[in-house]
T-cell receptor
Framework: GAVVSQHPSRVICKSGTSVKIECRSL??????MFWYRQFPKQSLMLMAT?????????EQGVEKDKFLINHASLTLSTLTVTSAHPEDSSFYIC???????????FGPGTRLTVT | GQNIDQPTEMTATEGAIVQINCTYQ??????LFWYQQHAGEAPTFLSY????GLEEKGRFSSFLSRSKGYSYLLLKELQMKDSASYLC?????????????FGAGTRLAVHP
């Protein structure tokens, strides 16, 4: 079964509004979660690394004030896209890294469309 | 800087064998992954190499040469359902912490 869930799977919002995406680790505690963005026919681009109990580490070029990340517990990280614009329309995927495994487990992704 | 290269597209025939190559340049190398991704879905794990050599898992095998910065994914007995994107990803620690850096992906089309 799935080890990582994301909610919602799809969301359509109007330009200027904010959208929150949840990523849950179902089977284990995750001190580290990653957020990726994927545009059509492109690969996954790491946006930020979410660390439980501390501030997220953002990749170069990713606006931390626009993409708010909260990792308040060992099983939940949220990504909030603030003041969304059409160019933010993308596939957002989270992944979880366990302490005992080399593997990252990916969530099913969230398709965001900003109109 | 970080750089991962793989072919953009490949085609192959059902039942055949295909090899997808990946070359990389990173600092703080800590393993190489191959993922399969169907359109609109999240990536699924295929293989992991951290030491030089070949790892075999059913119809899929992955090879790594750290000295050459080179890996390949070998798919045998191709099936139509193998049509997907195959992502090469390197775990590295360029900023002092581990993160997974993806290549652009190789779109594989399997035809009858």
């Amino acid at each position: 079964g799935a080890v990582v869930s994301q909610h919602p799977s799809r969301v359509i919002c109007k330009s200027g509004t904010s959208v929150k995406i949840e990523c849950r680790s179902l089977d284990f505690q995750a001190t580290t979660m990653f957020w990726y963005r994927q545009f059509p026919k492109q690969s996954l681009m790491l946006m930020a690394t979410s660390n439980e109990g501390s501030k997220a580490t953002y990749e170069q070029g990713v606006e931390k004030d626009k993409f708010l990340i909260n990792h308040a517990s060992l099983t939940l990280s949220t990504l909030t896209v603030t003041s969304a614009h059409p160019e933010d329309s993308s596939f957002y995927i989270c992944s979880v890294l366990t302490d005992s495994s080399y593997e990252q487990y990916f969530g099913p992704g969230t398709r965001l469309t900003v109109t | 800087g970080q750089n991962i290269d793989q072919p953009t597209e490949m085609t192959a025939t059902e039942g055949a064998i295909v090899q997808i190559n990946c070359t990389y340049q990173t600092s703080g190398f800590n393993g190489l992954f191959w993922y399969q991704q169907h359109a609109g879905e999240a990536p699924t794990f295929l293989s992991y190499n951290v030491l030089d050599g070949l790892e075999e898992k059913g119809r899929f095998s992955s090879f790594l040469s750290r000295s050459k910065g080179y890996s390949y994914l070998l798919l045998k007995e191709l099936q139509m359902k193998d049509s997907a994107s195959y992502l090469c990803a390197v775990r590295a620690s360029p900023g002092g912490y581990n993160k997974l850096i993806f290549g652009a992906g190789t779109r594989l089309a399997v035809h009858p």
